[in-house]
């Protein structure tokens, strides 16, 4: 504000002439003229600038500058013989520290910049007064006098640049200086306390793209509507702020259930994929979620916000759309995505990706009608690396327009060499979508290749229509008019939309795998839904596919909805060129479905050692297969059923179990409590066990504040034998179990 600076030099100017004629100020008296003074008063007091007043020795008003008498209650006839502090609220701010007017006037006290409010005013009015005790020459108390100023501009001048400091201007959430110093403080009290906090980092996918394509005021709108949703979600749970950009962090205390968490992620992912209005337009963009959790994640603020910053950096590298909690190989992860990043940069330069081709079939005939190319890549040291891995690091580091032409190139190079009519399906991601010279590259790869452009087909994602634009549509026409075929993929994921299938000109839709799996489960209504998408595509001419299709219960159901086509291990996983052309020789492919009957409870094979923990003993032992109930474990023999121990998963999972089947070395145990989702495909404990509480078990925890000494600490008695034999006990000389 302009006129800051010279308020403040007549704040200093006037409480001087103030407090002067307060007193006996003879120094006046010698050097000015008396009427000189008076006039100059006079003349200040109607600049408005500052007011007089002064009371008799009862407190009550003897004087009151008029201007502000009238803004105080009525003018100056009204409020003469009223009482001084009578005129102001009782709460006072000032240098006179946290004293109160009618405290300093009782105590006839010199006072200076004394904070008050009016308290007749309609409006807030702020005054900043100042006044001396006089007395007549015997030294007998007469009264005060004094001078004011009005500082309400500039208390509110202060009071929202101290706002300003605490929060985003765009979103009026919590800043990230305001947050940190709040987490930093509920971390510092929580380590006294043991209590944990957890922290969420959000981050928008594909925001830049719609800041590119709708410009920044539309961006900015989109940012305010996040803002919204998050605080929906959220609610009083936890503490909603804006790091900066599409950035947002969430502070959830006294919060490490990892079940709940990743509930409440996955309701925030969910809720900002929903569709977006922005000035007319309709956009979507996605989320990302990384959470971490003191004390388990990082003791301090800056190390916990570093764990859930890496991943958030794991979600969005898994795919975008997920949630990850922090785990301590991240570290290497995110090292590794690096260096990925580069092999893939020289694997795309030196052509060692392959297609790989995975045929497509008419459910009724069993008939293969066409196939869908996949990208392959058969790392020298890591062996096969998903796509689902490594093309969100193509598209983030701009490998994805050289990757995305070389397969439309190779493909309709290879499927012209197909006998028979087959279709070649090929993956477009939204940045190749988005480009004006994709056009130029079909126009290519068919002309090179000679393939009929009725025989390619290019498979969109949802993603493509994150900004509905103009330029959205002019790529639909350019493809139409190339008599290319259209195909909408993973319906059913994310934000599916049946009012694009009416706008937009699509032959197929692919129905996702993960709408199908959950068809199948009693109670579940995607089957309804499934049906009402066939009926949709059929009556806009549109086929249906249905993706990863794995087992007979499911094929079945698909069947019955009357799903056209399916794609999936019940036919055939992905083949080489070499494989497919040997099939297709009598030029037609007619595969027969197998599989399992059904899915079992999600089990999850795998090799990984854990630690058991049974009475005062450590074993170390192999998880062959887990669900979220149990598991399969081996390494020990003779396990009696009924047998209750600990595994322990590490970073402090902890989970009792009770052996359930034991045969051999291989026991079938039931865990007391469910396991949740890791947010990417794993499980996890839904509670870890704090690092205090292993540290009183005396075990090592390297996560603690530095000299922590646990205060009481168990014993462990080192002479009971172990109750089990592990498979490294065993020697030839015993005879071994069965
Ligand atoms: P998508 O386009 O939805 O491809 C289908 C994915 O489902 C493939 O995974 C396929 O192997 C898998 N699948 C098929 N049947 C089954 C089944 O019965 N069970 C299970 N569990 N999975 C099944 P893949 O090859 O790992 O590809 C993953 C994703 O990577 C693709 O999903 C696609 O989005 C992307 N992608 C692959 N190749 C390319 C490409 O050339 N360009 C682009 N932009 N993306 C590609
Ligand atoms: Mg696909
Ligand atoms: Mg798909």
Known sequence: MENAEPFHDTRGFFDKIGSRIGSQAPAVAHHINPTDALLLLQNYEESEQGWFWSTDAAGNLTYITEAIASVLGGGSRALLGKSMVSLFHKTAEGDAG????????????????LEVKAAASQDECWLSISGRPHHDRSGNFLGFRGSGIDVTAQRRLSLDTARLAMFDSLTGLANRASMAKKLETTLTAYRQQKRTCAVMLVDLDRFKQINDTLGHPAGDALLKQVAERLLKVVGQGGEVCRLGGDEFQIMLPDCDDRGILGDLASKIIGSLS??????GNRCIIGASVGMAISPFDGLTSEDL?????????EAKGNGRGRFRFYSKDMQQSAEDRRLLEEDLRDAIAQGALELAYQPIVNAKSNIVEGFEALVRWNHPERGHISP??????????????????????????????WPGKARVAVNVSPIQFANDLFPGVIDAALGASGLA???????????????????TNAMFQ????RNVRLALDDFGTGYSSLSYLQTAPFDKIKIDQSFVRGATEPGSRNGAIITAIVALAEALGMDTTAEGIETLDEFELIRNLQVSHVQGFVYSKAVSQQVL???????????????????????????RKVRMIHENHVYSIVIRNLSVTGALIDGLYDVPVGTKFVIDFG???????????SNGSLQGIQFETRLVSDGNGGLCTSRRVSPYLIAEAGLDVPNLPAGYVPTTKIERDSLSLPAFSTVADWTPTKARPK
């Open 453 to 471: 452009s009725e025989r390619l087909e290019l498979e969109i994602t949802e993603g493509v229509f994150m900004a509905e634009t103009n330029e």
């Open 388 to 417: 689902g891995l490594f093309i969100p690091i193509a598209e983030d580091a701009n490998l994805i327009w050289e990757l995305g032409e070389w397969a439309i190139r190779q493909a309709c190079a290879d499927a012209a060499k």
């Open 651 to 661: 970073e402090g999972q902890l989970a009792l179990a009770t052996v359930t089947r």
């Open 274 to 279: 929903q569709p977006y209005s922005v000035e």
């Open 305 to 313: 916000v570093k764990s859930a910053d890496l991943a958030l950096y």
């Open 98 to 113: 946290s004293r109160t007017l009618p405290f300093i006037l009782t105590k006839k006290m010199k006072f200076n910049s």
């Open 478 to 481: 350019a493809l139409k008019g």
């Open 581 to 607: 052309l040997e099939n297709l020789e009598d030029g037609q492919w007619k595969i027969e479905p197998s599989g399992p009957a059904h899915h079992r409870n999600d089990r999850l094979s795998m090799y």
